[in-house]
């Protein structure tokens, strides 16, 4: 499992309405590895809050640049 951010990982289960589950927060060593249920959740995410999808894409793909990530969460947005 992931080293999430405890504060965060509370807003992101609440944007949700749900616990992410462990599938969820298992790291990926890049973004085309996501599964789809990580992209799943960043596309909730994306549509309410980025600063949130972009806390969760730094958590399960800690080896992407920001900018990679970021522009990967505006497809969603």
Same mark, same amino acid.
Not at 42 to 56: F, N, T
Not at 62 to 73: C, M, V, Y
């Given at each position: 499992? #992931? ?18 589950? $462990? /599938?969820?927060?298992? $790291?990926?060593? /890049?973004? /085309? ?5 990580? *992209? &799943?959740? *960043?596309? @909730?995410? &994306?549509? *309410?809050?980025?600063?949130? @999808?972009?806390?969760?894409?730094? @958590?399960? *793909? $800690?080896?992407?640049?920001?900018? #990679?990530?970021?522009?990967?969460? /505006?497809?969603? &947005?």
């Amino acid at each position: 499992m #992931t080293q999430i951010n405890n504060d965060h990982r509370r807003q992101i289960e609440h944007m949700l309405g749900r616990a992410l589950g $462990p /599938s969820e927060l298992k $790291p990926v060593s /890049s973004i /085309s590895d996501l599964s789809a249920e990580q *992209v &799943a959740v *960043v596309k @909730a995410l &994306a549509q *309410v809050q980025l600063v949130s @999808a972009l806390d969760y894409m730094r @958590a399960v *793909v $800690p080896s992407a640049l920001t900018t #990679t990530l970021t522009k990967f969460i /505006s497809t969603y &947005a």
